[in-house]
């Protein structure tokens, strides 16, 4: 369920959020009937969870292994950018279009905590008082994104393995040349998957601007068997 968090600036309820995604990992979560948030150093921008420059380094690991993050697009309008960010040579791209109450709203029964915040673009020097500050804070590049975070902590709470042990492990299984990154990425809980509403999360489903027929066709069998009340758009693009 949504909890709000000092740490999370949450928007308004009635702020439209989009969720661009591929049809497989569509179909996923209308099958599962869940978010499902992956940890924040499988991510494919190796800088995020690290650390500002005037924290302690040794902290480092809390951020990047103990968080948990599902991303959408904050925006009153369809994003081309967005598109070609998120499509696929298939053309098999779709966006969920909501709120961010209707997002909360469909959480509620969930017993895991979930925090909800905008990700802030400005490289400043946040105060050393809590390892989720470098959850919501991204580099200027990428401010393009508009980004509202969901973040859930480890279920565990656990820090990552002792990596010498892990190493003499795989050394006695016969594996080696394990960096020290490499080996922290693949070990672990990877993902958590938080269960959702489906009938309040989803507003609409947009179809993107190259969808072929194919797409729709699919999308509209899904839709009569699961999840009958959302509305199946073209992009207006």
């Not at 070990?187 to 179809?207: A, M, P």
Request: net charge negative; proline share 5%; hydrophobic share 35%.
């Amino acid at each position: 369920m949504y909890e709000e968090h000092r740490v999370f600036k949450t928007p308004y309820d009635d702020c439209e959020i989009w969720k661009y995604m591929s049809f497989t990992k569509f179909v996923w979560l209308i099958a599962k009937k869940a978010l499902y948030f992956s940890r924040l150093d499988q991510h494919d921008d190796s800088w995020e969870g690290f650390l500002p420059t005037n924290w302690d380094i040794k902290d480092l690991k809390y951020s990047r292994f103990n968080a948990y993050i599902n991303c959408w697009h904050m925006n009153s309008d369809e994003s081309d950018a967005m598109w070609k960010l998120y499509g696929n040579p298939a053309d098999e791209t779709i966006a969920i279009k909501t709120t961010v109450g209707r997002l909360k709203e469909s959480m509620k029964k969930s017993a895991i905590s979930v925090y909800i915040g905008e990700v802030d673009y400005e490289e400043k020097e946040w105060p050393e008082s809590n390892l989720y500050f470098p959850v919501i804070c991204k580099r200027k590049p990428f401010v393009h994104e508009k980004e509202l975070r969901l973040c859930v902590p480890s279920p565990s709470g656990d820090n990552p393995p002792d990596l010498p042990q892990c190493k003499q492990e795989l050394d006695r299984l016969g594996v080696d040349n394990w960096s020290d990154s490499g080996l922290l990425k693949e070990i672990g809980e990877k993902g958590v998957s938080v269960s959702v509403d489906l009938s309040q999360l989803i507003d609409e489903v947009i179809i993107s601007p190259k969808g072929k027929d194919l797409l729709r066709e699919s999308l509209q069998y899904i839709k009569e068997i699961k999840i009958p009340h959302i509305e199946i758009k073209n992009s207006i693009i």
